[in-house]
């Protein structure tokens, strides 16, 4: 069984910092695209940052120069730095990842979300 574990949310001030985990376990045989995504109330959700296997790189407009994505392959373990925070950037945030499954087809899974919340 595949899990994505995420951790790191929580409340911060507005300008202040979070960094968030995310990883995967179970009988995964290859790592593809790791990324997280967000959904604030009454919002759709949208893709913040993404990084490929090869490490390109996407950010959201929204967060470009502010948050950073990076992995660490030996662990599994995807992060995102978040700086320069500000209430806009509440929300529910997704971890995902494009995995190689051992007896399964390659598909995408989900982390269980982690609240972040910027407020004063």
């Known amino acids: 069984q595949v899990q994505l574990v995420e951790s790191g949310g929580g409340l911060v001030q507005p300008g202040g910092s979070l960094r968030l985990s995310c990883a995967a376990s179970?009988?995964?045989?290859?790592?593809?695209?790791m990324g997280w995504y967000r959904q604030a109330p009454e919002k759709q959700r949208e893709l913040v940052a993404r990084?490929?296997?090869?490490?390109?790189?996407n950010y959201a407009d929204s967060v470009k120069g502010r948050f950073a994505i990076s992995r660490d392959n030996a662990k599994k373990t995807a992060f995102l730095q978040m700086d320069s925070l500000t209430p806009e950037d509440t929300a529910v945030y997704y971890c995902?990842?494009?995995?190689?499954?051992?007896?399964?087809?390659?598909?995408?899974?989900w982390g269980q979300g982690t609240q972040v919340t910027v407020s004063s």
């Open positions: 179970g009988a995964i045989t290859s790592i593809y695209n």
């Open positions: 995902y990842a494009d995995l190689g499954v051992l007896g399964r087809p390659r598909d995408d899974y």
């Open positions: 990084i490929t296997s090869g490490g390109s790189i």
